[in-house]
């Protein structure tokens, strides 16, 4: 790996301290075999072997196996092409991307598709959110790459699944607690189980930090619960719940000289006491029907209201501009839709034919206000309060989309697949605020797009399979990349336009020694892609800036013996260059121009995660971890970076299961050479406060407990 020198230090030195003998006494354990798992696809319940594209799956219970349990990304560093960093701050999400597709998000996320129990985290417009996640209840994440993900419509980059698991047996109740450096600790309460037809989960968490960094506590609650109840007539209902709120400081990023200096400091955030308040809840109900042995109907209704207040830095004199929508953030959003599907098995040929056509629709309603974020005179302001109205609209998005899927055994080897997405999405807004200069700024935007997909899988051996596939996919702006234009004129920025991407990939699995080894080359081409114009205070402007390529490999490894050692390795090269030249921002001159192979700010050239442990059901467990991710340009001129790094760590536990009762205790150290390097970057931000850091050595301690009734 070309990482940088001090990255690759770490590596050599973890890998000859750790790694090694570790994974000789593992060459001498008898070789197991992974237990066949499976995802979920539109056609229903596939193991990812026979998936013609890249997916993996990640259980509930390793993502919290010696875990603090707050973050996915504890727990994802083992999917290829999946770059998840942890800013510690919870004011603005991870930072998520999939082969590239949603790094030049300043928070949330963007390009990429969420989903938790079938309910979209993704808005209709693109913008989605990891917050209201509960990794306590999880059964398991799923995360699908590659050509195949624009079947999920807009902002499909790729798709991360999140499904909470269903209750079992006996009732159970659980109660975890586990807590860390920075005054951080996290308790959780779950009751679960099943009587006859119904089964049930709730699982309650609290979430707090003192924060690493100045400025940077938080606290989260969440309540999860899942509640099936199987008709007499073969039928399924699910009833899923979800609520979150969350109370985050934002400490802001640093310039490369404040981040040399002092990097926990936070000057600007604490003058501007810049923070963020979330409250979330949203409902589902799945309707599973079979109409005879070979079709079936499934109805998905979900609706929901999310309340975002956010607290910038924009300073007062920019504020005197009569155009300015203010420095607090202030939106109420409502969202629902629906998906009904339907799926039939026939033949065609005399060959198996699977069949699955849909409709899905999506619905938001904000509304927005801004407001100055001070009191008094501008010479002498009190800075963090919610000053005078500035803005005040309604913005309303919504997509209908229908979509069809088939599935073809040709030949006993092949195996045809094409799909197709017709997705239109819809923007309107009305503007409230019409004061002296600023005018009138309703106006909206229709963008659609026919989205095929199709590939070939050739089963060459029982446990050997090549696959190639191609598809398009689009992303249309979000609102909140709307909601400024470049300029400083009041209003939506309807100018933007969709990107829209053509994918490729060639890829194989094969199981080998009771493991499974993937591995996959890619290449995506975008036009129009969608890129930072300018972005300062936390407030962020876009435009369109032509053509763009992602040319990618991913190897991934999951391994377990039969004496309980798991092995997993996932690597990416990722080469993400713009083709054309535009200047960022507009207008042009030399210190903007950005050129054409310059590389797309926010995502890693490489990334290695590798890890070895001893996990066996019972008794002492320990493992160790390391990931390496290359260096990241944090502007579109490449002028500014984040250096490579590599970070390890180690955990040990004990798990007793003793009568109806079950014991879980854990210790756990993350940087363990304590390595100095920043965690995530903002992309462009127009103060060159680029940099978020990463805290040093750090511990979490975790018990918890279980019984069964």
């Not at 109205?389 to 998005?397: F, I, Q």
């Not at 002028?639 to 004990?654: D, K, M, N």
Request: net charge positive; hydrophobic share 35%.
């Amino acid at each position: 790996m070309n990482l940088a020198p001090a990255a690759s230090a770490v590596v050599v030195g973890f890998l000859s301290l750790f790694v090694a003998p570790m994974a000789a006494r593992a060459q001498q354990e008898p070789a197991g075999s992974l237990r066949e798992i499976t995802v979920s696809t539109p056609r229903g319940e596939v193991t990812p072997f026979n998936v013609p594209g890249s997916v993996d799956r990640v259980d509930g219970n390793e993502m919290r196996d010696s875990r603090l349990q707050v973050n996915l990304s504890e727990g994802l560093g083992a999917v290829p092409g999946l770059q998840v960093q942890n800013r510690l701050n919870y004011a603005q999400d991870l930072q998520l991307s999939i082969r590239g597709f949603g790094a030049r998000s300043t928070f949330g996320v963007r390009g990429v598709r969420l989903y938790v129990d079938g309910i979209p985290a993704t808005l209709p417009d693109g913008q989605g959110q990891t917050s209201n996640i509960d990794i306590g209840s999880l059964d398991r994440i799923e995360v699908l790459r590659g050509p195949f993900s624009a079947l999920y419509g807009n902002s499909s980059g790729g798709v991360v699944q999140a499904f909470t698991a269903s209750g079992e047996g006996p009732p159970r109740l659980s109660y975890s607690l586990a807590g860390g450096s920075f005054g951080t600790w996290r308790q959780s309460l779950q009751v679960s189980g099943s009587q006859g037809a119904v089964d049930y989960l709730l699982d309650a968490s609290r979430f707090h930090t003192d924060g690493w960094r100045e400025h940077s506590a938080a606290k989260r609650d969440i309540a999860n619960g899942k509640l099936g109840i199987a008709l007499d007539n073969g039928d399924r209902l699910t009833l899923v719940f979800n609520s979150v709120r969350i109370d985050a400081q934002d400490p802001l990023g640093l310039t490369a000289d404040q981040y040399a200096l002092a990097p926990r400091n936070a000057p600007l955030a604490t003058q501007y006491d810049t923070r963020k308040t979330v409250e979330q809840t949203q409902v589902g109900l799945l309707y599973e029907h079979r109409i005879d042995a070979t079709q079936g109907l499934r109805l998905m209704v979900y609706g929901g209201q999310r309340k975002t207040t956010q607290f910038q830095s924009i300073p007062p004199s920019a504020q005197q501009n009569p155009l300015h929508a203010g420095g607090v953030i202030d939106l109420s959003r409502q969202y629902g839709g629906v998906d009904l599907r339907w799926n039939g098995a026939f033949t065609l040929a005399g060959r198996p034919l699977e069949v699955v056509a849909g409709l899905g629709y999506d619905s938001l309603r904000e509304k927005r206000r801004g407001y100055e974020n001070y009191l008094g005179p501008v010479s002498a302001p009190v800075l963090g309060v919610q000053g005078r109205l500035r803005r005040n609209e309604l913005n309303e998005a919504w997509n209908l989309d229908p979509y069809a899927q088939a599935t073809w055994r040709l030949a006993e080897r092949w195996t045809l697949e094409a799909g197709v997405r017709r997705s239109s999405v819809h923007f309107n807004s009305q503007d409230r605020y019409i004061v002296g200069t600023n005018r009138d700024d309703s106006g909206s935007a229709r963008y659609s797009k026919t989205l095929p997909v199709a590939s070939l899988r050739y089963q060459a051996t029982p446990d050997l399979a090549l696959y190639g596939s191609i598809g398009r996919g689009f992303e249309t702006p979000t609102l909140n990349e709307l909601s400024y234009r470049a300029n400083g004129a009041s209003g939506l920025n309807f100018a933007l336009r969709p990107s829209v991407n053509d994918s490729v990939e060639v890829g194989a699995k094969a199981r080998l020694a009771g493991g499974l080894l993937t591995a996959a080359l890619f290449q995506t081409r975008t036009r129009d892609e969608i890129v930072t114009d300018t972005n300062v205070g936390g407030r962020a402007t876009f435009q369109n800036a032509g053509r763009t390529k992602r040319n990618g490999f991913e190897l991934g490894w999951q391994h377990e013996t039969a004496n309980h050692w798991r092995t997993q390795l996932a690597y990416t090269w990722l080469d993400a260059t713009y083709r054309d030249a535009f200047c960022s921002p507009f207008p042009c001159a030399a210190a903007n121009r950005v050129a054409a192979g310059n590389r797309i700010p926010g995502i890693a050239r490489q990334s290695l995660f590798a890890s070895l442990g001893w996990v066996p059901p019972e008794g002492w467990r320990a493992g160790i971890e390391m990931r390496a991710l290359g260096r990241i340009q944090a502007n579109d001129v490449n002028t500014a970076s984040a250096p490579g790094y590599a970070v390890a760590a180690v955990y040990a536990g004990y798990l007793k299961k003793w009568e109806r009762w079950e014991f879980n205790a854990f210790a756990r150290v993350d940087n363990l050479f304590d390595r100095r390097y920043v965690g995530s970057v903002i992309v462009n931000e127009g103060n060159a406060r680029y940099y978020e850091p990463a805290p040093g050595r750090n511990w979490t301690v975790g018990l918890s407990g279980t019984y069964r009734f």
